[in-house]
Nanobody, 119 residues
């Protein structure tokens, strides 16, 4: 089974930036869609953005223009660049493959990486 491991989180001030890393255990090109998710305290996990194998990405409205997903095929790695962070971006961030045409994910959820936006 493909595994996804997140890293790169930390404490950042409002307005700051952070880049998260998603390392995939298998061939990243074999996965049609990979999503970045976050779970804020007391809330359900939500899809923040997704990257499609052809190279395009989509984002939820709250992060459009601030977050960018990119991929390094050679490293089997997906990145989430987050700019202009605010307190509402605080949460645990996860990545996972998405089964096309559904909201189901390919692998088990990892431990995620904590992002805290605070002054």
């Amino acid at each position: 089974q493909v595994q996804f491991v997140e890293s790169g989180g930390g404490l950042v001030q409002p307005g700051g930036s952070l880049t998260l890393v998603c390392t995939v255990s298998g061939r990243i090109l074999s996965i049609g869609v990979i999503g970045w998710y976050r779970q804020a305290p007391g809330k359900q996990r939500e899809l923040v953005g997704s990257f499609i194998n052809g190279g395009s990405a989509s984002y939820t409205d709250s992060v459009k223009g601030r977050f960018t997903i990119s991929r390094d095929i050679a490293k089997n790695t997906l990145y989430l660049r987050m700019n202009s962070l605010n307190a509402e971006d605080t949460g645990v961030y996860y990545c996972n493959g998405i089964i096309p045409g559904s909201t189901l994910v390919l692998g088990s959820w990892g431990q995620g990486t904590q992002v805290t936006v605070s002054s």
